[in-house]
């Protein structure tokens, strides 16, 4: 018999993970959690709904926009946000039974105490390279693998700051400047203008390789 259930790597002298914790742990990123929205008062759900709702139908605008080249119709979106609002309510107020009730108090529970744990042990859990296992590694661990990364490598330089809005503004200028000397198409200057909310800079990070017996790292 071949198991479907994901495994968990500990790589620390002292894991202070509890059995029931490690076997939540296992269960890994495709388990289908209980709706967690029921330990949330009304009033909590009620501001969700409208973030969310308000978050994805400004996304939605933005892309049908940037697409068309003209805003969609104010009845189309009028329509779709009323859907959208009632799928939020849908998820955000549904009643669950006793036994899921219970259930979710449970796993939020064991999930606050795994975060207290890492925190309080500085340990990472990530995701392993191949298989979607997870890996328990101490903090220090990541970072003396990232220093010896960036002085064999000399690939990766740390900054004292983050300069990622100061190459969106200055991106930003420089396409602006085409566009208006008419050196740059209304197309190609949509399809190049960077998105801040979907911007980030080059950053380095590691996959654990637990299959690697030498190299979990």
Known sequence: MVGVSSEVTIDVLHCSYKTEELTHL??????ARPNPSTLRPIKHRETQIQYHLKDINEKVKRQLTNYCKREPPAARMTHYSELLENLLR????????????????????????IQRKAQRATLIIRVCDKGGDLHIGNES????????YREDTKAYQELSYNPLMEILTNVTKALNVLKNNKQLALKEYNRLIPKPDLIRLSYMYFNPKPHKVTILL
């Open 141 to 148: 661990d990541y970072e003396r693998k990232a220093a010896k």
């Open 90 to 113: 849908q998820h955000y107020m549904a009643p669950l039974s006793y036994v899921e009730c219970m259930r979710t108090q449970r796993e939020f529970k064991l999930v606050k105490s």
């Open 26 to 31: 296992s269960l890994g990123l495709n388990y």
